[in-house]
């Protein structure tokens, strides 16, 4: 077996918060490793950590314990000059593309900026060159560079995001909700736009998402997170066709469908409750109090990820859910 | 409430009551090169019990449509018709359009916070409305609010009644407006992305809520929504927006299944299904979202089409029935769109 893109070891991370002695934990021993050129999605609903892992990974964040394991380094114990040779090769695309794009600058500046910064040894026509490639690629148009952001829409400055973060061919790409904002029409112009790029460069991405049709059309394989933990990780035909963890299936069954006479046909029973606090998450296993299959023993012992069948659940009774 | 127990007879089915008949409505803003119109030309029917959902993107006019029917757009000037239960509604007074805002039309917002005030209780808030509409004391108020809370499945209600807002979470609240919208008994609510704000397992949850209130009233029901399938789990009926104006009109499943405007059928085929198979590409609609301040003369949809010709480009197409023979709701089936030959599965 190949070394991972990137391995993650034992991650956690906690806030402080006011008048709360034990902080929050937004992630809680979180493991998982990304294939060289497989895409890894993360899912989860709010407070389940997703972006959180995407700002500790990019070390936005401090990190409590563990090890992010990339191009041989623990990302966690770079500093100065390392830490920023590194992010050369780990790029991000955020949710909102507007807002991460500085709208005093134009698009050539934007997309140039990363060679300004990494490659000071290029001549400005080599410069000029590598951003109209750059933006060809992505599907912008040479009129395109001297504008500035709010003249875009929301799809066509994801594209200029998506043009910045491969300037420097990175190894590794955080998607943080890459396609959430915007129009169903201009979605998967986007989400065909990152599987191309993908392939043709041999990207390793984290793909983290909310929408799980996304996920099963962007991903190799799915992690599933809730309140910090990881309730399961499988591949994409194991997870949306044999879930393990009753977390997952509910996900999976809560999503409309697109079609009215198979909607209404299922039974489906939400989820009760809503999700619990980070500030007191339950004992034992985190899902318990919405989990229509806890006992007595998910109140008591925190289930372990382990292997059965193609998928890694943390579940007490996953073997039930056969 | 209990409609149950007064099943509606045959006749009354078959002759709904006219609640909201919209004609030639168009809502236009003053724009730096000429007025903006961000609704178009909209007509629209209404009867008790039934649920229009209105699906587009950002910039269709969905939301604008639904605002002009309470005649909240902030700076808009209104051409057409829009007559609730006969009394026209596009001029009238602000003191008319109060009366119905809230008593006899609900609405729900994506944000349960733009509808609920931060600083005045549950309880405060839920009973002012039917105070106002009413008539009713404050005992008899805090006494239909426990009641709605309990419909709408709160738990320990009499303790929300004293809570603020920030003290119940994003689908609690959302449960609260949907009981500030119930709570007169109005004929219509307006729901305008009542669940996109929430979490999936939440949304489950409100959309099934608002199955049960809707099976337990005769209330009407317009719901808009970007996402198709919200709009397959709840509506009857489904219009289509694209710039200003409904291009597809149809009864859910037909629209579902046997969609004929090339705008309809790319927006279906752009869903990636939870199941079956996964093409390794996803269908995508070409070019840039419309923009309303500069459409072309003809059909807004037209640059992005895949079936466009020549006539596409003189006048924008009118929304008129389907006459396809053997298609079973024909005569509600409508389009706007010259192109009557076949259009991709």
Redesign the interface.
Same mark, same amino acid.
């Given at each position: 077996m190949t070394t991972p893109a990137l391995a993650v070891e034992h991650l956690s991370v906690r806030y402080a918060v006011a008048g709360h002695a034990r902080g929050l934990q937004a992630l809680d021993d979180v493991s998982f490793f990304v294939q060289r050129g497989e895409t890894l999605g993360v899912v989860g609903?709010?407070g389940c950590g997703k972006s959180t892992l995407a700002r500790a990974l990019l070390r936005l964040v401090p990190s409590t314990s563990g090890r992010v394991l990339f191009r041989g380094e623990d990302l966690l114990a770079l500093a100065g000059p390392e830490l920023r040779a590194m992010r050369e090769h780990l790029q991000v695309i955020f949710q909102d593309p507007l807002a991460s794009l500085d709208p005093r600058l134009t698009v050539a500046e934007i997309i140039a900026e990363p060679l300004r910064e990494f490659r000071r040894g290029l001549t400005r026509a080599e410069r000029d060159e590598r951003v109209g490639a750059s933006l060809a690629r992505v599907g912008l148009l040479p009129e395109h560079l001297r504008r500035y952001p709010h003249e875009f829409?929301g799809?066509?400055a994801q594209r200029i995001g998506i043009a910045r973060a491969l300037m420097l061919q990175p190894e590794f790409l955080v998607c943080d909700e890459p396609i959430s904002a915007l129009?169903?029409?201009?979605?998967?112009?986007i #989400?065909?736009l990152l599987?191309d790029l993908q392939q043709e460069f041999q990207l390793s991405l984290l793909f983290i998402a909310?929408d %799980?049709?996304?996920v099963?059309?962007s991903c190799d394989r799915i992690m599933v997170l809730y309140l910090g933990r990881v309730m399961e990780i499988a591949g994409r035909a194991s997870l949306?066709?044999s879930p393990r963890h009753p977390y997952t299936r #509910?996900?999976?069954?809560?999503?409309?469908?697109?079609?009215?006479?198979r909607?209404?046909a299922r039974a489906?029973s939400? %989820?009760?409750g809503?999700?619990p606090s980070p500030l007191s998450p339950p004992s034992g296993c985190v899902f318990r109090t919405?989990c229509p299959l806890a006992i007595a023993r998910c109140a008591a012992e925190q289930p372990r990820l382990r292997r059965i069948g193609d998928n890694e659940v943390a579940c007490h009774r996953a073997e039930e859910l056969a | 409430m209990n409609a149950s127990r007064n099943p509606t007879s045959p006749s009354h089915a078959c002759e709904p009551e006219a609640l909201l008949t919209v004609r030639g409505l168009r809502v236009s803003y003053r724009g730096d090169q000429g007025p903006l119109h961000v609704v178009d030309g909209v007509d629209l029917d209404l009867a008790a019990g039934d649920y229009l959902g209105i699906v587009g993107?950002?910039g269709s006019g969905k939301t604008q449509l639904l605002l002009a029917l309470l005649g909240l757009n902030a700076g808009a000037r209104f051409e057409g018709s829009i007559r609730y239960r006969g009394e026209e509604l596009v001029g009238a007074s602000e003191a008319t359009l109060r009366r119905l805002r809230g008593a006899r039309i609900g609405m729900i917002f994506q944000d349960p916070m733009t509808a609920l005030n931060p600083y005045l209780s549950i309880g405060t808030q839920l009973i002012e409305g039917v105070r106002r509409h009413r008539g009713l004391g404050r005992a008899a108020a805090l006494a239909r609010a426990l009641e709605m809370l309990d419909a709408v499945h709160i738990t320990e209600p009499r303790r929300r009644l004293r809570q603020h807002p920030h003290e119940l979470?994003?689908?609690?609240r959302q449960r609260v407006v949907i009981a500030m919208a119930m709570i007169c008994e109005p004929d219509i609510i307006l729901a305008d992305e009542p669940t996109t704000a929430l979490?999936?397992?939440?949304?489950?949850?409100i959309?099934?809520l608002l199955h049960e209130l809707r099976a337990r009233t005769r209330v009407a029901v317009i719901l808009v929504s970007?996402?198709?399938?919200?709009?397959?789990?709840m509506?009857d009926r489904v219009a289509v927006m694209y710039a200003g104006r409904i291009v597809e009109q149809a009864d859910?499943?037909t629209l579902?299944t046997a969609a004929r405007h090339p705008y309809t059928q790319?927006?279906?085929r752009?869903?990636?299904?939870?199941?079956g198979p996964?093409?390794s590409?996803?269908?995508?609609?070409?070019g840039?979202?419309p923009n309303v301040a500069s459409l072309p003369p003809g059909c807004a949809f037209a640059p992005?089409c895949g079936y466009v010709f020549d006539r596409c480009g003189l006048a924008p197409p009118p929304l008129v029935p389907i006459s396809a023979p053997g298609l079973a709701h024909g005569e509600q089936h409508r389009k706007a769109c010259y192109y009557e030959g076949p259009i991709g599965p």
């Open positions: 609903e709010s829409s799809g066509q129009d169903a029409s201009i979605k998967s112009q #989400a065909n599987k909310h %799980l049709a996304a099963r059309f949306f066709e #509910a996900l999976l069954q809560a999503v409309p469908i697109a079609d009215p006479v909607a209404r489906v939400p %989820l009760s809503e999700i919405r | 993107e950002s979470s994003g689908g609690m979490d999936v397992t939440v949304q489950a949850q959309l099934s970007h996402d198709l399938g919200v709009i397959a789990e509506a859910a499943p579902f790319a927006l279906r752009s869903i990636v299904p939870l199941e996964l093409p590409r996803l269908p995508t609609i070409g840039l979202p992005r």
